[in-house]
């Protein structure tokens, strides 16, 4: 977790819609783009941001 900062700054990898930044056609979905450690269920959080991830393709 934590690894992979999303945000608009130089400093960040990824958008907050999951795109790397400067490469096209990839996204992260995975716990990665979590700044901390959630104090639920990892996996379900996970499966909320590959919903979330579903969503954000299927309007492309």
Known sequence: MGTCRLGSDPGAVADTELRVNGLDGLR???????????????????VAI???AAELLSQA
């Open 50 to 52: 590959a919903e979330r």
């Open 28 to 46: 992260v979905v995975d716990a990665s783009v979590l700044a901390t450690i959630v104090s639920a269920n990892t996996n379900a959080t996970v």
